[in-house]
């Protein structure tokens, strides 16, 4: 059954008592599960929807040291930033890859080309020479680099390295999940905090299971909120008072046919100032973002953001015919959590950072993260295990590496097997990237059982969807181990299937039915209603 890890893991939800229960699976909660498990501390997680499912599954897909920050002379935090980025690349060289950011000046821009480069060198010292070097180019250099760039209007520009994750920035996040599960962490998704109280020593969360509706209590001696966006609602229901609290600023990516070969990110200004990106996303692009201060976590794309993101693409480019709402295949949305100390007043939100803040009550042993970004989890899961620590925790195995690739060795004898069985043979030719490689950057160790499976059966390794780049293999797989709930689940965030395949094109693919059975088995049917109907 697919579900068979989750319904498990619901019941270990009501008969233990934990060290810790973090509510939220987004990326903070989900290094924090992963740290705390990996450590050898008793960690339960929770999450009202699917791992993932919020701000950490409509992100850039960047994993970058924060050139921004320099311009608002935050130092330190592009200091800090550009380390915890140079660690996600060495932990994570198959996932988190160093590519090239080519930028286009206009004239006009509030600083000269040139100040901007040397700002690039500024920040390419910062981050340790760890990346290739920056280069001022020319308006002509850029036209000749970049055909589809418009220079009409163009001063010059710039080009510098930072990193993108070759995956969707969700996959990234459940492999953390994944990681916890294996030191013993009980996760469970769609299980949902209504509030929690102190009963004596312990913290009692009361909770209910979306899938059964079934009401139940969760007890732990420390509570961890990683809601994102929702911290301070959550805390609300808990009675927890915080010094910091959310602002929120909205930002959406339209996915369009891949507008140039080159695999580098296109960087402007948008007419509102804010930098604009053209991020490859595996045979498409990924456009974006935009910045508008609301009032709530739940946003949605309106036509006025698709409008704004269409417009400034095609003034920036030379594109033939120009982009059009019906050019979007696939569109994200989300919030920027910003954290902010005090309950009123106004804010500079445009100039407020992404740095994270943990907020401490000992008294009643509870944890709130506030903001943060992708690029400095590492040191969120770091943080949050230490604070446990210092609230009385047993935390056995501190120095334990909780993240990360497998070593080089075993990597070295998956890469061996595959080639003696010749699996990059059956790479489907309209990918970009060898099976094995694939296989490994998704799943490491566990990629052996791929293997395993398409010893017994070479069907296995064939593609469901045409132009989705997963095999039935790896279906199989998710099924057993991801917790999969809804097939949207799968499409959209264990995998990126629906961000890169147009809609029409899946909906009536025969291997979308046989992917739900391997999934969801009895209820297939009903699930892929469910989806399409959606």
């Known amino acids: 059954m697919a579900t068979s890890l989750r319904d498990s893991n619901v019941e270990k939800l009501v008969e233990h008592t934990f060290d810790v229960l973090i509510v939220g699976g987004g990326i903070n909660g989900a290094v ?3 740290a705390l498990a990996g450590s050898g501390v008793r960690v339960a997680l929770v999450d009202r929807a699917d791992f993932a499912s919020g701000v950490s599954s409509n992100s850039s897909n960047l994993a970058w040291g924060g050139i921004k920050y320099l311009e608002s002379h935050e130092y330190l935090l592009v200091n800090k930033l550009c380390k915890s980025r140079n660690r996600l690349m060495r932990a ?30 500024v920040y390419w010292i910062m981050g340790r020479f760890v990346t290739r070097a920056p280069r001022y180019v020319s308006a002509r250099a850029i036209e000749r680099a970049e055909p589809v760039v418009n220079t009409s209007h163009a001063a010059g520009g710039l080009e510098y390295s930072d990193c993108y994750l070759y995956d969707n920035d969700a996959r990234f996040v459940f492999n953390f999940i994944r990681k916890s599960l294996n030191y013993g962490c009980i996760a469970a998704n769609y299980v949902e905090s209504l509030g929690a109280r102190r009963d004596g020593e312990l913290w009692v969360t009361s909770a209910r299971d979306a899938v059964s509706g079934r009401s139940f209590d969760i007890r732990s001696k420390v509570l961890v909120n990683a809601c994102g966006p929702y911290v301070d609602a959550q805390n609300a229901r808990s009675g927890e008072s915080t ?15 891949r507008i140039t070969d080159n695999k580098r990110v296109l960087t402007f200004f948008a007419s509102d100032g804010r930098l604009f990106f053209l991020i490859p996303m595996g045979p498409k692009t990924c456009i974006g973002t935009t910045d508008n201060q609301v009032d709530r976590p739940e946003v949605t794309v309106t036509d006025e953001d698709r409008d704004f993101v269409l417009a400034n693409a095609n003034a920036l480019l030379d594109l033939d ?22 309950e009123g007043g106004d804010a500079d939100w445009v100039a407020l950072s992404r740095k994270h803040v943990i907020e401490i009550d000992k008294a009643s042993a509870h944890l709130s993260i506030f903001g943060g970004k992708l690029t400095d989890c590492l040191n969120v899961g770091e943080e949050v295990r230490d604070e ?3 609230l009385g925790i047993d935390v056995p195995s501190p120095n334990n590496r909780w993240y990360g690739e497998p070593g080089p060795d075993l990597r070295a004898e998956f890469m061996l097997q595959a080639r003696l069985m010749d699996l990059d043979s059956l790479t489907d030719a309209s990918s970009s990237e060898p099976l094995s490689e694939r296989f490994w950057r998704r799943y490491g160790e566990s990629a052996f059982g791929l293997l395993e499976r398409i010893r017994e059966d070479e069907r296995r390794a064939e593609l469901l969807i045409e132009n989705a780049e997963y095999t039935r293999c790896e279906i199989e797989l998710a099924a057993h181990r991801e917790m999969i709930v809804t097939l949207e689940d799968f499409m959209r965030r264990r995998s990126k299937i629906e961000l890169v395949v147009r809609r029409e094109e899946y909906r009536h ?26």
């Open 32 to 34: 924090a599960a992963a």
């Open 243 to 257: 010094e910091y609290r959310h602002l929120f600023s909205k930002g959406i990516h339209l996915i369009v046919d």
């Open 509 to 534: 693919a025969s291997g979308l039915r046989e992917a739900c059975d391997i999934l969801f088995g009895d209820e297939a049917e009903a699930r892929l209603a469910e989806y399409l109907g959606s």
């Open 388 to 390: 446990v620590r210092k």
């Open 321 to 342: 015919p120009p982009l059009t709402r019906d050019s979007i295949i696939a569109e994200r949305v989300g919030v920027r959590p910003l954290a902010i100390r005090g």
């Open 92 to 121: 994570y060289p198959s996932t988190v890859k160093e590519i090239r950011f080519f930028t286009t000046i206009q004239r006009g821009f509030r600083f000269p080309p040139f100040f901007v480069y040397l700002g690039s060198v």
